[in-house]
């Protein structure tokens, strides 16, 4: 494995290195972005802090937001709207529409033509919000908040394939602010300051924390957990304390699920009350009719996020100023 990860390594230090030199080139965009990625392989919740931006620009501006749409079986720029599936326009973007159907949710793999597109078809838009978009760097973007699990942080970890690093880890350096996510609710003072001091972050980066909120379970009795996302281990735990019993079915990330699969789900669901799954995972069921055979037996259990205030604060101070001066 080892020297298999060296000759990846080299290879993106050499990618990077034309990127440096401007032997490849990187545009600005015109209209502000933020971009929310990691260095790892999924997991660490760019989905839900996504989410959480929206949530936070929204009641201010008009904010957009371009996926690449990983695992749909379409290509090119696609605008999500009421006749889009996730095999469209990937499962994330699809849960993302669901949740803010008012907010331009749009997909391209070519994301300098995405921006353009968006801003096109929606003028008066003043943040884009790139959805993993860390590695891509043919754009500049406004900030960029990188996302690293408390489990498994980034210093801690290797590039592929002995670890799940699909970056150098000095790429960590192009960082605004770093967020630690899926952290203890128990979580102390002393806690982030021992990561803090691991982390060594330099100066000019912003160094904040979330946690995983679940809600309480939606039925009572045992429940048949199906999971297809990159790491199920926080809500599997977290169901596991409130019902010991429960069984779980785990896919991989963006799993097209089969009708092999659907039985499957189907027969095993028959010794259990009732099945959970996530958001995102819901949102592939309802294409293959496995939500309409289940029927009520079929819930889910959403994710909230809480923040640290500074995260709030730094960013609409931030997008305050650079849309004042945009308007001078």
Excluded at 4 to 27: A, K, P, V
Excluded at 119 to 124: D, I, K, R
Aim: with cysteine; proline share 6%; glycine share 4%.
């Amino acid at each position: 494995m080892a020297p298999i990860s060296w000759l990846y390594g080299l290879g993106l230090m050499i990618r990077h290195q034309l990127y440096d030199s401007h032997l490849l080139l990187t545009t600005s965009p015109s209209v502000l972005t933020i971009c929310v990625g990691n260095l790892a392989l999924g997991g660490t919740g760019k989905t839900p802090h996504t989410e959480y931006l929206i949530r936070l620009l929204s009641a201010h501006y008009h904010v957009a937001v371009l996926s690449r749409g990983y695992g749909r079986k379409t290509r090119g720029f696609l605008l999500a709207d009421a006749s889009s599936t996730a095999s469209q326009i990937g499962d994330e973007p699809m849960q993302m529409h669901e949740h803010f159907p008012e907010v331009p949710i749009a997909v391209c793999e070519n994301r300098a033509k995405g921006i353009k597109r968006i801003c096109q078809t929606f003028p008066e838009t003043q943040i884009v919000i790139l959805d993993d978009a860390f590695q891509h760097r043919r754009i500049r973007c406004t900030y960029n908040i990188l996302l690293t699990e408390y489990s498994r942080l980034y210093i801690e970890d290797s590039l592929l394939p002995m670890g799940r690093l699909r970056d150098l880890p000095s790429r960590a350096l192009k960082a605004d602010m770093v967020v630690v996510t899926k952290c203890p609710p128990t979580m102390r003072p002393i806690d982030r300051r021992v990561i803090s001091n691991r982390m060594k972050l330099p100066a000019f980066q912003q160094l904040v924390f979330s946690t995983y909120q679940y809600a309480e379970l939606p039925h009572e009795g045992n429940p048949l957990v199906v999971t297809g996302i990159a790491n199920p281990e926080p809500l599997i735990s977290y169901v596991k304390t409130l019902c010991p019993d429960a069984g779980h079915l785990s896919y991989a990330d963006h799993h097209r699920f089969t009708q092999r699969d659907v039985d499957t789900i189907l027969r095993e669901a028959q010794k259990y009350d009732y099945v959970l799954t996530t958001e995102k995972d819901k949102v592939r069921f309802d294409e293959i009719y496995l939500s309409e055979a289940l029927g009520s037996r079929i819930c889910t259990m959403p994710v909230n996020l809480s923040v640290d205030e500074d995260f709030d604060r730094i960013l609409l101070t931030l997008f305050a100023e650079k849309i004042r001066k945009q308007k001078k």
